[in-house]
């Protein structure tokens, strides 16, 4: 199967994974033009039984911004995980009064049919109990994974830098870590530093040996780029020194043609068996002023298209998303 690309215009974050109805379900943030007050207003879903089909699929509203208070402003990067027999989308979003007090929140499904049933606030992730630190400055970005019966959560939080954090739960109440959380990475190298210093934007893929977190680095700009971090599959994972991170970036603007930016993506097995890679990129264009929605700032330029390729691996099993 081929994909065509830019496969969702103007849906950046994107992120896929399938149900065990058979659907595909697609969601992203949906942008703002020029401004805070002009979008990231709501969270979207598609459905399809073929990721192809997504592209073309019924987009519906499943949720609103409030007008005031929280959960107002920047909704972004919306994620559906199914835990505990549940369906649970993570998303991040601010205050009306403060746009840049982000936190992550949770909506959970009523019912088994998420593009039908209804959704209900469950309000923002709680730290443990002995935990008097995460949640309590900038944080997004979180994202879901079970490995060997114990499950994590993963998310952005700006304590120095914005950094990835690393928790585990309990998926009866994913809304409460049960642990303190563990540093998985921050910005240290060049690329990891460009415009802002930033780690973002985490996604799991385990294979039979390990356990990888790709994730974004730098600004939102054509600088954005995506790093990798692993683990051996037997590894304990909350431990740090379990993981390495890669020196060098995995897929950057310099590996594509007519595409910049590429970032904040997501994995999903498609219904012929190939692994893809779900991520945004704007146009090449958008480097030069000219994407037709050009705005100097980045974060307000909705030309962030979700796009596809296919991931290969080389003769170490090592996944290659170039």
């Known amino acids: 199967m081929e994909y065509e690309n830019p496969f969702i215009i103007q849906r950046a974050d994107p992120f896929i994974t399938k149900g065990n109805d058979g659907y595909f379900y697609f969601t992203a943030s949906f942008p703002a033009f020029r401004d805070a007050e002009h979008g990231y207003d709501r969270i979207i879903l598609r459905r399809s039984k073929t990721v ?22 920047h909704i972004w990067a919306p994620e559906m995980h199914y835990i505990g027999g549940r369906w649970y989308i993570f998303f991040a979003a601010a205050n009306s009064d403060d746009v840049w007090h982000i936190r992550p929140y949770l909506l959970r499904c009523d019912g088994r049919d998420p593009y ?3 959704w209900t606030e469950t309000g923002k992730i709680q730290a443990c109990d002995e935990d008097e630190i995460s949640f309590n400055s900038f944080s ?13 959560l993963i998310w952005a939080e700006i304590i120095g830098d914005s950094s990835l ?6 998926p009866d109440n994913p809304q409460k870590l049960i ?50 971090l692993e683990a051996d599959t037997d590894a304990d994972l909350m431990n740090p020194e379990s993981w390495q991170k890669l020196d060098s970036p995995v897929l950057q603007t310099s590996d594509l043609e007519g595409e910049s930016g590429p970032g904040h993506n997501s994995f999903v097995t498609d ?11 704007r146009p090449e264009s958008h480097l030069h ?34």
């Open 52 to 73: 192809k089909g997504l592209a073309y699929a019924e987009e519906k509203t499943i949720w609103k911004a409030h007008e005031t208070g929280t959960m107002t402003r």
């Open 116 to 118: 039908n049933d209804t």
């Open 140 to 152: 997004l970005d979180m994202t879901y994974f079970e490995h060997k019966d114990r499950h994590y």
């Open 165 to 170: 954090f690393m928790a585990e739960i309990n």
């Open 179 to 228: 642990t303190k959380p563990i540093l998985l990475t921050k910005p240290e190298y060049d690329w990891e530093k460009v415009v802002f210093r930033v780690n973002e934007g985490a996604s799991v893929l385990k294979t039979e040996t390990k356990v990888y977190v790709f994730f974004s680095a730098s600004g939102t700009g054509a600088e954005y780029c995506m790093g990798r």
């Open 271 to 281: 219904e012929n068996g190939d692994l893809l890679l779900i991520y945004h990129a």
């Open 289 to 322: 002023g000219e994407c037709g929605t050009y705005w100097e700032e980045s974060l307000y330029d909705p030309c962030r298209h979700a796009r596809i390729r296919k991931v290969k691996f080389d003769k170490n099993g090592v996944p290659v998303l170039k």
